[in-house]
């Protein structure tokens, strides 16, 4: 049996966003969260709902990639236009992977730099900005770093945080819910002591060989420890098995950069 | 009275005027006008506002310097996330922009269709939508709650440009894809709304599970064009993909010297039938695979 690859653990850990979120739309925008939410509506939580990605409901996940003769398993119908309705309802978890995020949980789609003339425009703010005010939110960084986790605020705040100086009175923040940021160090949650005072971000877990002080020092903003800060798992030989029939052309192997092993030697990480 | 709406692409682009506000159908690289954009690119038209869900309609439009503001939640290929024209021109200044949740941009074509001058939604609350828009105003709830919401403005069009699989010279249309997007919403927000159409009839005579898939009234088409092979390069459910060799060939001039130049000699400065021999025609195009998500 090939290695396990990070990729692979970070599927695992990405479904485990969606455990226990009852009857919701999983909504996993790109390789590792697709594969994710697909392997939790698998094993964990049956009950999820999952789209074709275009715009029909599917009772299981479609395999990722050129589908041969697979036929999908349509339940209902969702096109853009009732995707809204879900979306407002609360009734989606969706994990994307924003360009920047802040200690707040901010996250930026639109542009990096100066807005009226950015140095990078990338899509705009897409459906951000309802996504996280109004259902749950998990986020995906394959590529860990200060750029990625900015000082600041992020450039063009696109989606929700918890920042208190965004919201004035009147403003209803209750429906905003952020859960988890998987990247290719380490699992961070929202769990904080004093989540609208900029203490919400803690390391959850590590992944294999890597230390709290690497995460941090590839993070722009402070950092807690969660109190029982554990490794993050590496996949089950049965979801490696589920993971490998839901991506027949192996697109996971192509998310990260040299396709990293799960188990590394902490010396072999470029903080 | 009988009616006969049919127009040609021609047509429909003259009775435009510079300055005007078009909204374009479909979204990303799905299921465009793109017969009556290259009509346009074509044409004298410049300084207009754009609103759409983005694609190559929007670079296009943006290389040939038509676009004087551009209303949008996102501009993209998909399959080639960033679109080149759209980034050169966001990153130099040369557009105006008003950007918009996807959800709070179809509300506000909602608004326009409804005759409200805005409507309330909470999106859009405590994000930089907000806060770098001065278009952009809060209100607040007269009831007991007095909850606060962004007041979205109606997207009120001069003109709305769609593409469908079908539609008879009266202006009736049915769309075959397995998402008919917002099109429904831009038809109800114009002055005036043009579809072009794959094929043309008379008159459609449908049995009812077809005719539910009669997106809009004929009473808001003002003119049908006969475009076949209309959205190419875009995707038209269930008649043809994207034509991805086509548009990486589209994103690949906007990184070579007078590349826009180029790409528009070749594929835009030639009519229709012009064009659509040099990418195939319609034997080819109908056998581009549907794409798969």
Redesign the interface.
């Known amino acids: 049996m090939s290695e396990i690859t990070l990729a692979e653990l970070m599927i695992v850990a990405a479904s485990e966003v969606w455990r226990d979120n009852g009857e919701v739309l999983a909504s996993g925008i790109g390789v590792i969260p697709r594969l994710g939410a697909s392997l939790a509506k698998l094993t964990h939580s049956p009950e999820l709902l999952m789209t ?5 409901l599917v009772a299981e996940p479609i395999p990722i ?3 041969g003769n697979y036929v999908p398993k349509y339940e209902g119908y969702l ?3 009732r995707v ?1 309705d879900c ?2 309802g609360g009734q989606r978890h969706v994990m994307i992977g924003p360009t920047q995020i802040d200690r707040w949980g901010q996250t930026n789609l ?2 990096v730099g100066d ?16 996504n ?3 259902h749950i939110n998990s986020m995906i960084v394959p590529n860990h770093g200060p750029r990625v986790f900015v000082a600041g605020e992020v450039d ?5 945080g918890y ?1 208190p100086a ?8 209750d ?1 905003i819910d952020l859960r988890r940021i998987v990247t290719d160090l380490c699992v961070l949650d929202f769990d904080g002591p004093d989540k609208w005072n900029g203490a919400a971000i803690r390391v959850r877990s590590l992944h294999p060989g890597v230390s709290f002080e690497q995460v941090q020092s590839a993070t722009a903003f402070p950092l807690l420890k969660a109190h029982d800060l554990a490794e993050t798992p590496l996949p089950t030989a049965e979801q490696l098995a589920i993971i490998a029939r839901l991506d027949p052309h192996d697109l996971r192997a192509a998310q990260l950069k040299n396709n990293p092993p799960a188990l590394r030697l902490a010396s072999g990480i470029a903080a | 009275m009988a009616l006969d709406k049919q127009k040609s692409a021609g047509e429909v682009v003259a009775l435009r005027r510079d300055g005007m506000t078009i909204g374009i159908g479909g ?1 990303g690289p799905r299921r465009k006008p793109m017969a009556l954009v290259r009509e346009i690119l074509r044409s004298p038209l410049k300084d207009l506002t754009v609103v759409s869900y ?1 694609g190559p309609d929007v670079g296009m439009l943006c290389a040939a310097g038509k676009i004087k503001k551009l209303i ?5 290929m998909d399959a080639i ?2 679109e080149p024209y ?2 050169k021109a ?4 040369a557009i105006e922009i008003e ?6 941009f ?1 509300w506000g074509l909602r608004a326009a269709g409804m005759r409200m001058s805005f409507l309330p939604i ?8 907000l ?2 828009n001065p278009r952009l105003k809060t209100v ?1 709830s007269p009831y007991a709650d ?3 919401y962004v007041a979205m403005p109606a997207l009120k069009l001069d003109a709305a440009l769609l593409h469908v699989n079908e539609a008879d010279r009266l202006g009736n249309s049915l769309i075959h894809g ?5 099109d429904h919403l831009y038809a109800r927000a114009a002055d005036a709304c043009y579809v072009s159409t794959e094929q043309l009839h008379e008159q459609l005579t449908l049995m009812p599970e077809m005719a539910k898939q009669n997106r809009f009234e004929r009473y808001l088409v003002k003119g049908v064009v006969h475009a076949p092979c209309g959205a190419h390069p875009t995707y038209l459910g269930p008649d043809y993909g994207w034509d991805m060799e086509h548009l990486k060939r589209y994103n690949a001039s906007a990184a070579e010297d007078g590349g826009w130049q180029k790409y528009a000699d070749e594929f835009v400065a030639i009519d229709e039938a012009g064009y659509l021999a040099k990418v195939g025609g319609a034997a080819r195009i109908g056998q581009l695979k549907q794409p ?2």
Not at chain 1, 52 to 56: K, L, P, Q, R
Not at chain 1, 115 to 130: E, F, M, N
Not at chain 1, 156 to 160: F, H, K, N
Not at chain 2, 178 to 182: E, H, S
Request: net charge neutral; with cysteine; charged share 20%.
């Open positions: 074709d990605s275009e715009a029909f990639g050129p589908r096109p853009f236009d809204f979306v407002w639109s542009a807005y009226a003339k950015p140095k990078s425009a990338i899509l705009g703010v897409r459906g951000l900005p309802g996280s005010l109004c063009m705040v696109s989606g929700v920042n965004r919201f004035s009175a009147g403003m209803r923040t429906t | 979204w983005g949008f939640a996102f501009v993209t996330p960033l759209f980034r966001r990153e130099s200044g950007e918009y949740d996807e959800g709070m179809q909470k999106v859009g609350l405590g994000t930089d939508v806060a770098k607040q007095g909850e606060v397995a998402d008919y997007f917002f798969v998500f």
